[in-house]
């Protein structure tokens, strides 16, 4: 089996709206997240790569910058999120059926992951993502994989 990993970093916000959350995760709040995505197959192909680097860094960071960076993540229910878009209808927010914890970023990006690889390696199906691992602070993290 080969691996490899790349990594990123982006800058968001996000709210956890559910009551029995601590109550200074309920506030908006930023954090310097680190993310890590890495890939397994069976097969190099006939460069002896699993994945070309250049073409996996740019198609995921350009998704991260596009969907993540700078942006504030709320539960798609959350009360707050109402006042927020009319105040600021151009601020860059993303919604999530539940709370935008680590795990459910490393969920969420995990699924993204597998179809942004899906595009850029059409019909490579031994090629995958394995892991994805989420820095949200220098202290915490968490990551998600399918069993």
């Given at each position: ?66 969907h993540l960076d700078h942006h504030l993540a709320v539960r798609e229910d959350d009360p707050v999120l109402p ?25 969420w990006l995990f699924q993204k992951g597998e179809e942004i690889l899906e595009e850029i390696l059409p019909g ?24």
């Amino acid at each position: 089996m080969y691996r490899v990993r790349i990594k990123h970093r982006f800058e968001m916000a996000h709210r956890l709206s559910h009551p029995g959350s601590p109550r200074k995760c309920q506030s908006i709040h930023g954090h310097s997240f680190g993310v890590t995505v890495h890939i397994s197959g069976e097969n190099l192909d006939e460069r002896g790569m699993l994945v070309e680097f250049g073409a996996l860094k740019m198609a995921w960071r350009t998704f991260i910058d596009q969907h993540l960076d700078h942006h504030l993540a709320v539960r798609e229910d959350d009360p707050v999120l109402p006042g927020l878009r009319s105040a600021l209808p151009e601020s860059r927010i993303i919604t999530f059926p539940s709370d935008p914890t680590t795990e459910v970023l490393a969920q969420w990006l995990f699924q993204k992951g597998e179809e942004i690889l899906e595009e850029i390696l059409p019909g490579q199906s031994d090629v995958r993502i394995r892991r994805i691992e989420i820095q949200e602070t220098p202290v915490n993290g968490g990551d998600f994989e399918k069993p």
